[in-house]
């Protein structure tokens, strides 16, 4: 129970020392590894974006609710961005939050984006690490409930297949021993067995082929490192497996390839956090995030809901 406890410690403090550490290099070409080393040294918490606030919502009312209320959940989303609305937030979700005040339902209001088709960009898949560490026993049951998730701002097939991408391997990492070394071969398989798009599976091949290491230029042409789900999370997995026994160095190399580098660095530290655990995380990253005491009771909180030592509702 303790290594668990670590490594739902290390999920929710990965998606924010990530996402703290990539946001001031948003947008960049490329980010050296000294321009990271200048922000380290400077004094003073380590601020979170709107990818670390949306994954704190979603774990409150996962929490609250004990299991899964979209309607709540819609609702906590809309309350949180209306506290602290400069946390970074990109066009689409407050358009959702205005849409939910105004009546539309929680599993309709993705919909009415881009036209309808909803949007394919990486913020389900952002702060998907909640719900992966609610239903982690069950891929089947991981799959449904990031969907589920994802639905309320990415309605989009490929916003949904992203968080579900991340969510199951988050789920995977749980159940690995950090000890033992990880065969990314037999993991990018277990995690194609979880994919229904094309695009997706296109996506792993690349990454299995890149690995153990390539040119930098060439992880960007083939994976991409933009803010659409199918270029970000199969980055993140990238960043994470090229040397998944390194936090730090998980979280660098995102940094490094530029573009959204909040959200894929946010991304990488949930997974690299998740497979080593919180004690893994460089100490002066893990206490000078912002609101880490909060992370680890909702980490907590989380842990007690999915091994049944509270009880919950996650098909609610």
């Known amino acids: 129970m303790q290594q668990l406890r670590a490594k739902f410690r290390g999920a929710l403090l990965g998606v924010a020392v990530g996402d703290a550490l990539g946001a001031p290099f948003e947008g960049a070409w490329a980010v050296q590894r000294r321009d990271l080393q200048r922000l380290e040294g400077e004094s003073g918490p380590l601020r979170y974006t709107d990818d670390t606030h949306m994954t704190l919502g979603m774990a409150e009312s996962l929490v609250e609710r004990r299991g899964f209320d979209g309607a709540h959940m819609a609702a906590v989303f809309a309350r949180n961005f209306a506290a602290e609305p400069w946390r970074g937030y990109g066009a689409g979700p407050p358009q959702v939050f205005r849409l939910i ?11 009415a984006l881009f036209g309808g088709s909803g949007s394919f960009g990486n913020g389900a898949a952002m702060r998907v ?3 992966a560490l609610l239903a982690f026993r069950d891929l089947g049951q991981v799959a449904w409930l990031a969907r589920q998730t994802a639905v309320i701002t990415h309605a989009h097939e490929l916003g949904l297949e992203g968080a579900v991408l991340q969510a199951s ?3 995977l990492l749980l159940q690995h ?9 037999v993991f990018l398989d277990e995690l194609r067995a979880q994919m229904r798009t094309p695009l997706y599976l296109q996506k792993l091949e690349r990454i299995q082929a ?4 390539s040119a930098r230029e060439e992880v960007i042409a083939r994976l991409g490192n933009g803010i659409e789900a ?13 040397q998944a026994g390194s936090f730090a160095e998980v979280v660098a190399y995102a940094i490094s390839l530029g573009g ?10 949930a997974l690299a ?4 655990g919180e004690q893994a995380i460089p100490a002066a990253w893990r206490e000078q995030v912002e609101g880490a005491a909060r992370l680890r009771e909702l980490a907590d909180a989380l842990l007690l809901l999915a091994t049944g030592e509270a009880p919950s509702a996650v098909g609610a």
Do not use: N
């Open 260 to 269: 959204d580098t909040d959200t894929i660095a946010s991304m990488a530290g």
């Open 101 to 111: 005040e105004g009546g539309v339902p929680w599993d309709q209001v993705g919909r």
């Open 177 to 185: 021993p950090p000890d033992i070394p990880l065969d990314g071969r």
């Open 230 to 242: 199918y270029e970000a999370v199969p980055a993140a997995l990238y960043a994470f497996l090229r």
């Open 210 to 213: 890149l690995l153990p290491d």
């Open 129 to 131: 690490a909640p719900a």
């Open 273 to 276: 956090g998740t497979h080593l």
């Open 169 to 171: 391997a988050i789920a």
